[in-house]
């Protein structure tokens, strides 16, 4: 059974930057990608960014690129997300997912295993 748990959500100003963490556990982890998406109220679920085993293929959607980084650190099973100059509109609930394999895809529906979610709000 394998588990993720989010961390580093909040409440921030329009500029400011926030870091999200997800840690996984509850199994030998080898070859998986792992992704951030959001979801905000009325929307669907969206990808975020998201990276392979080795870290050398990263994906950003077009909303972030530039301004938010996704890392990984395979011996702590853990994915961050750096969030910089963040604004109103990427107020949403940030989901941390993972897949098995060595694809990489940005679609929700590629992901079997899912974290609780994060709140991220950022005010004007």
């Known amino acids: 059974q394998v588990q993720l748990v989010e961390s580093g959500g909040g409440l921030v100003q329009a500029g400011d930057s926030l870091r999200l963490s997800c840690a996984a556990s509850?199994?030998?982890?080898?070859?998986?990608?792992m992704g951030w998406f959001r979801q905000a109220p009325g929307k669907e679920r969206e990808g975020v960014a998201v990276i392979n085993w080795s870290g050398a293929y990263k994906y950003y959607a077009d909303a972030v690129k530039g301004r938010f980084t996704i890392s990984r650190d395979n011996a702590k099973n853990t994915v961050y997300l750096q969030m910089n100059s963040l604004k109103p509109e990427d107020t949403a609930v940030y989901y941390c997912?993972?897949?098995?394999?060595?694809?990489?895809?940005?679609?929700?529906?590629?992901?079997?295993?899912w974290g609780q979610g994060t709140q991220v709000t950022v005010s004007s």
């Open positions: 997912a993972l897949r098995f394999g060595s694809a990489t895809p940005n679609i929700y529906d590629e992901y079997g295993y």
């Open positions: 509850g199994r030998a982890f080898s070859n998986y990608a």
